[in-house]
């Protein structure tokens, strides 16, 4: 199967109502897991992706190691790979242009970008985050499109504000050539019904303990949800529990 085709057909699993789980994942091991369990996709996380190597989230993980681990994915599953590529490993549009390229042509056949910068907080304005999906879609991979709005605000008393702010930024992010928009840190149903609702893109939402689950919202309309850092947040805090059960003398329960 040629990229194209295998770009084409990871765009394809984005149906509203009918969604694309992804259960992120961190490594070559993780991607076979998951994969075996009956995955359509593999989808990697940055947190997970650099907490496994004992990095920190936003960018501290080298590039040339995100290649790396993307190869060693590819190498086993021939399920399309998207990979958080954070804020687009780039300055300005052209070099995240450049990054996006080679994730591509590594056989990623979708990429994660937000729209703020590494250690920030502000949202980019909307011009400048457009010209950075832009050139990241320019190469023909498909491109997720994280909308950060609603990162640390409150949905219950700004929804309205919110999802107008968000769907704002749909346009300009489906206008410079993404295939789907993702907003994370959003639990309330009638701020993600109104957004799927309204958004020119295919929405991705963040699965969050406690918010709806993967069968309401598919009801709302959502066409992809991801588990994002929580997989291998759940593994770690796992792992530490049983050894911490052997450092006390019992028995683990592997």
């Not at 920190?56 to 790979?81: H, Q, Y």
């Not at 920030?120 to 023909?140: F, H, K, S």
Request: net charge negative; aromatic share 6%; hydrophobic share 45%.
């Amino acid at each position: 199967m040629s990229m194209s085709d295998k770009i084409r057909d990871f765009a394809a699993l984005h149906i509203p109502g009918s969604p694309l789980i992804l259960v992120n994942i961190w490594d070559a091991g993780s991607a076979k897991a998951v994969a075996a369990a009956g995955a359509k996709a593999i989808a990697t996380g940055s947190f997970g992706v650099a907490g496994a190597q004992g990095r920190a989230d936003g960018e501290d993980f080298p590039i040339e190691d995100v290649f790396e681990n993307l190869a060693r994915i590819l190498a086993v599953t021939d399920l399309p790979v998207t990979i958080d590529l954070e804020s687009g490993y780039g300055a300005d549009p052209a070099a995240v242009g450049v990054s996006v390229a080679r994730a591509k042509e590594a056989g990623a056949a979708g990429i994660n970008m937000e729209d703020r910068l590494p250690g920030e907080t502000e949202l980019l304005p909307i011009g400048e985050a457009q010209a950075r999906y832009r050139a990241a879609a320019g190469t023909g991979i498909f491109v997720n499109a994280r909308c950060d709005v609603f990162r640390g605000r409150d949905a219950a008393n700004d929804g309205d504000a919110l999802v107008a702010a968000t769907l704002e930024r749909a346009r300009a992010y489906a206008d410079a050539g993404a295939g789907s928009l993702f907003v994370p840190f959003l639990l309330d149903e009638a701020c993600i019904g109104a957004i799927c609702e309204a958004s020119p893109l295919p929405v991705n939402i963040l699965r969050g303990k406690g918010g709806p689950t993967h069968q309401r919202l598919a009801e709302l309309g959502v066409a992809r949800i991801s588990h994002g850092h929580q997989p291998w947040a759940a593994a770690m805090k796992w792992l530490a529990g049983q050894a911490r059960q052997v450092f006390e003398g019992a028995e683990p329960d592997y």
